[in-house]
């Protein structure tokens, strides 16, 4: 058994590396997006479906027709057909789409400046690239680039894909780069006997069942105002301007730092959960929200309270889903287990007697009109997150105290 992991450092290209980069970026943009069109015209002109392959091929026969001139000088030809792969997913994802019934969204042409990965592999014979001996890492037809190696990749591990991301434009633009790591499965962690329930706060607080609170990646709008500042710098300058250029690569950095910040305390927090308890419980988060939100749409006005609620609870989700998904790598890595429960009335259901009332709740406390229980209203939510998943997972509710958890969860390992 085998485990992916991603690591992710910054690149210091100089300025003819960084040219190069771009150049290649300009060009796999180019390709995307007339393999894009062929298989638009093939299809409506004569029914035809281009797949991967035939354009891959093409594409062979178009470089040894005009070397150097398609791609440019030097690129690494599993890069460039890592851009027709990458179209062929787009569609097959829209194939998939279709077949489900979704909402489908035709695979689109893309802009070259929002066209900023470009992609490598040290698996097999491709070649084109490689780590020096100095430390360096060689990329075919850009050069030996510093990294700045803040961590180290196990030597046990395979490695395969290297991406090489731009954020950022102009002469300020950085570059990371992302190592794609098999790693063999690591020993898991002694059991803890413990057992958690989270509940994910709008703001930057996680409670746990056992009555603490952690901090979480802050996800609420407020945090921003950084950010805010900075959009509003870009909408008063003048489109198209030079002063509207250099606002708007302000407001990317800062956007650019503050999802790094929210990354980190992503991490840490999962770290800690997985550290702690051997049955982690969360509410299953809703979709739709992550997904209208994924576009990115933090610096729009919210026009009205309702919206601006929904807007908040939208990052929030995000950023939640984001350590959620660190949290079940670490989980699974561990061989601990994270359940997800249905979200719903969390915050309405008492945990001791399971009586659903809204009028239990008032602000941040909780008291149960049935049973007179009182407590935190976010602790309390997580004591219901936790008795939901005990229950999913037919193990038998335990008392309150440690010791009854930690028998109940005996029973079932
Ligand atoms: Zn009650």
């Known amino acids: 058994m085998f485990v992916q992991r991603t690591y992710r450092y910054r690149l210091y290209p100089t300025r003819r590396q960084a040219g190069a980069l771009a150049a290649q970026l300009r060009f796999a943009c180019e390709l995307y997006n007339a393999a894009l069109e062929q298989r638009r015209w093939a299809y409506r002109r004569c029914g035809k479906s281009v797949g991967y392959h035939a354009q891959s091929a093409e594409l062979t026969e178009l470089r040894r027709q005009a070397p150097g001139l398609c791609p440019p000088e030097g690129m690494n030809c599993w890069s460039a057909q890592e851009v027709l792969r990458r179209l062929d997913r787009a569609f097959a994802a829209f194939f998939r789409r279709v077949k489900r019934g979704e909402k489908a969204g035709y695979p689109r042409f893309r802009s070259a400046r929002r066209f900023d990965t470009l992609a490598w592999t040290m698996k097999g014979h491709a070649g084109g690239v490689a780590v020096t001996e100095e430390g360096r890492l060689r990329l075919q037809g850009v050069g030996c680039l510093k990294v700045k190696w803040h961590r180290s990749v196990p030597t046990e591990a395979t490695l395969g894909e290297v991406r090489v991301t731009r954020r950022g434009s102009g002469p300020r633009a950085r570059f990371y780069v992302s190592i794609c790591a098999e790693l063999p499965d690591p020993p898991s962690r002694p059991a803890t006997g413990q057992a958690v329930g989270i509940d994910l706060g709008v703001r930057r607080l996680v409670s746990l069942s056992t009555g603490e609170q952690l901090e979480g990646p802050r996800a609420e709008r407020e945090a921003s105002s950084a950010v805010r500042r900075a959009a509003r710098r870009v909408a008063r300058r003048k489109r198209g301007s030079q002063r509207r250029r250099k606002a ?166």
């Open 248 to 413: 708007a690569a302000l407001l990317a950095r800062r956007r650019e730092r503050e999802a790094n910040r929210r990354r980190d305390s992503a991490h840490k927090l999962s770290r800690t959960l997985v550290e702690r308890f051997d049955l982690i419980a969360v509410e299953s988060l809703r979709v739709a929200n992550m997904m209208r939100s994924a576009r990115g749409t933090v610096a729009e006005p919210a026009t009205n309270v309702a919206q601006k609620r929904s807007l908040n609870r939208a990052i929030a989700d995000q950023s939640w889903a984001q350590m959620l998904s660190f949290l079940a790598y670490k989980a699974e890595e561990a061989g601990r287990r994270v359940v997800k429960v249905d979200p719903a009335n969390t915050s309405r259901t008492c945990s001791a007697c399971g009586a659903v009332d809204a009028r239990s709740r008032s602000a941040k406390r909780f008291r149960c009109i049935a049973c007179g229980r009182a407590d935190d209203a976010d602790v309390n939510a997580a004591n219901v997150i936790l008795a939901r998943a005990l229950a999913q997972e037919g193990i038998e509710r335990p008392g309150r105290g440690r010791q009854a958890q930690t028998a109940a969860l005996a029973a079932v390992a």
